[in-house]
């Protein structure tokens, strides 16, 4: 294990590539889900410690560390569930869903507070990233120099192409918005969705809540920000219904059609 100061930590972490890279906001936006050992600086009971981490489940106020890169202001937090699956004195291992932005150091470090105890945390794996899960997506960086070496000394892909992954599967966790060929140059040089620009899109999305925005192939042509709700969008026959924040497909790839695009 690692010492007090440096704990280990390892996981899941999506890298995208090429056009790709315009959607890794929406992975950092992401929920996630962590793995970690809690290390206690006094006896407590089973019952004691899991009575506490009840009560770290919903909102919490957290200020990051001090070693954090970003400002240390007070912040709330969401944090989904924790769960112990294992305690042998003075060691806890919990399962920890929460919204991104959370510090899990600073959790335990605030359960050993509220403990009255004291806690640090001695190791840390992250579990999933939005649509990422390490039992189903993690690939190790010695499994894909293997892929890479099969693709170019071999010719056979196949590894690779488990490897790499399409950039639609980084948001299939969020609302889509599909929308007509003759919509989709406009929204690639930049422009706002237009309510007649839509084929089809997910029920019940808010107002002010991230969207894909796909071809009717299923391409990821650029990420948004609803104006409106789903069924405002359905009622509607005119309008911009979704405020374009990162252009994904380059411009071009589809023919411009701007002219029947209202």
């Not at 920890?96 to 794996?125: N, P, Q």
């Not at 499994?143 to 399409?166: F, H, K, T, V, W």
């Not at 309510?195 to 894909?212: D, F, S, T, W, Y």
């Amino acid at each position: 294990m690692a010492g007090r100061g440096h704990p280990r930590v390892s996981g899941v972490l999506p890298v995208t590539l090429g056009f790709g890279t315009k959607a890794v906001g929406m992975l950092m936006l992401a929920d996630k889900e962590y793995v970690a050992i809690m290390q206690l600086h006094g006896e407590v009971s089973e019952s004691r410690l899991n009575d506490v981490l009840k009560e770290f489940t919903g909102e919490i106020y957290q200020r990051p560390p001090v070693r954090a890169s970003v400002k240390r202001v007070l912040r709330v937090k969401k944090i989904y569930g924790i769960q112990m699956l294992e305690f042998r004195y003075p060691y806890a291992l919990i399962v920890v869903s929460c919204e991104h932005g959370t510090y899990v150091r600073k959790l335990i470090h605030d359960i050993g507070e509220v403990l009255g105890v004291g806690a640090h945390m001695r190791e840390l794996r992250r579990t999933k990233t939005g649509p990422f899960r390490e039992d189903d997506n993690l690939v190790t960086m010695h499994e894909l120099s293997e892929a890479l070496y099969n693709y170019r000394e071999l010719g056979d892909d196949s590894q690779l192409m488990r490897c790499i992954l399409p950039i639609e599967y980084a948001v299939s966790h969020i609302p889509k918005v599909i929308i007509s060929d003759g919509a989709v140059d406009a929204l690639a040089h930049g422009a706002d969705l237009a309510v007649p620009g839509i084929v089809k899109l997910h029920n019940n999305i808010r107002k002010g809540e991230k969207v894909a925005i796909l071809t009717l192939k299923g391409e990821l042509v650029a990420l948004g920000k609803s104006l409106m709700t789903s069924e405002e969008i359905k009622d509607s026959d005119k309008g911009y219904a979704v405020k374009n924040l990162r252009v994904v497909m380059q411009a071009g790839t589809y023919p411009k059609r701007w002219g029947k695009y209202k």
